[in-house]
Every structure is written in C-alpha cells, then in structure tokens.
C-alpha cells in the first residue's frame, strides 16, 4: 500500500511513518519544517520527503 503522510516530521507522524515503512509499505510524506534529527531517520528507511505542502510538488512522489 502506498501512504502519504502530512506532519510527517513531528515525533508521531515520523514514527507512524517508520512503523508502516518496517510493515512493507511504500511509505512518502511532506511537512512544513524538514529537519534533522527527525529527516534523518526516515531518509535513513527510505522515505521520501517534500517540504511544505503545495501539490504540485507531489507528483514526483507518485502519491496519486
């Protein structure tokens, strides 16, 4: 399953995000504030991230 996460750099949403990861879910997210250490580590399991919340910068994560 794909999921796109919103928030995703905040401490729940970030863990959310990497327990789906470790599931076996194709896992993408975007967030006003990117930022270590929380960027670091989903980076780190392979999920991509976009900063801020415009649309139009979703299409390179294939999220629809």
Known sequence: M???ILGICGTF???LAM???SLG???TGSDANVY???S????????DLIQGYDP?????LRIW
Request: net charge positive; proline share 7%; hydrophobic share 45%.
């Open 13 to 15: 949403m970030g863990g």
């Open 56 to 60: 139009a910068s979703w299409i390179r």
């Open 2 to 4: 794909r999921i796109h």
């Open 19 to 21: 327990l789906a990861r």
């Open 25 to 27: 879910h194709e896992v």
């Open 36 to 38: 270590p250490p929380m």
């Open 40 to 47: 670091t580590l989903l980076e780190k399991q392979g999920i």
